[in-house]
């Protein structure tokens, strides 16, 4: 628990440090114009990919906006997700996740789980965005066993960078969800915006045992 307590700590102290030294003092405000001005005459610009299908990038909401998803599993369970754009650099979310919701079990409330991410670094032509975050949601609980049968992400950092062509990125990145056993995994992942409505999803993750090793291929489409 004080591990946690104190990464918490150094997550904000990092996520108000980054906020303050954006941008140099004397174009804050002119920037903070622009933008303003750009998202009142831009009508259709997109939400960012903050995820591929589980594995985190580098991409965070803009400021002063908000993103809800739903995921649906087995035994009528459901895990909805609020992520908020608190700051410019910054994200915060929270989880419920809670089983038998559909069907005519008696429904049970598994643990709330929390969400961050600081976007550290913008990225370059050459250099990929990076970011780091914490994410305790875990999947797939085992009520019996009282786990999940996937483990969280935990503390994680991660990289983004477009490739060969246009609005294809790359995501790859390294998390630890036990801090007693410091057991560290990879993933990997790609998207690739076919329209702009609609996006192609891969990734690979838990990477450190093969037999533990996961993949998932999907799509995303957004009207």
Do not use: C
């Not at 076919?194 to 999803?201: D, E, G, N, Q, T």
């Amino acid at each position: 628990m004080k591990s946690i307590k104190g990464l918490f700590i150094v997550l904000l102290a990092s996520a108000l440090w980054a906020e303050d030294t954006a941008l140099p003092p004397e174009t804050k405000a002119e920037t903070r114009k622009e933008t303003k001005a750009q998202e009142k005459n831009d009508t259709s610009v997109e939400s960012p990919q903050i995820e591929v299908v589980d594995i985190p990038t580098a991409d965070i909401l803009d400021p002063s906006t908000y993103a809800v998803n739903f995921r649906l599993y087995s035994q009528g369970g459901i895990a909805p997700r609020l992520v908020i754009g608190p700051l410019k650099r910054v994200n915060l979310g929270v989880t419920f996740d809670a089983q038998r919701i559909i069907g005519g079990g008696d429904p049970h409330m598994v643990r709330p789980s929390i969400y961050f991410k600081l976007r550290a670094f913008d990225g370059t032509d050459v250099l990929p965005a990076l970011a780091l975050g914490y994410d305790s949601q875990a999947y797939l609980y085992r009520e019996s066993a009282h786990d999940f049968l996937q483990k969280e992400k935990g503390l994680y950092f991660v990289g983004s960078h477009e490739i060969f062509i246009p609005d294809f990125e790359l995501h790859a990145g390294m998390n630890i969800n036990e801090f007693e056993n410091t057991k560290i995994y990879g993933f990997f992942g790609a998207t690739y915006k076919i329209v702009p409505s609609f996006a192609l999803l891969m990734e690979y993750d838990n990477i450190r045992n093969g037999i533990n090793n996961r993949a998932n291929l999907g799509g995303r489409y957004r009207s």
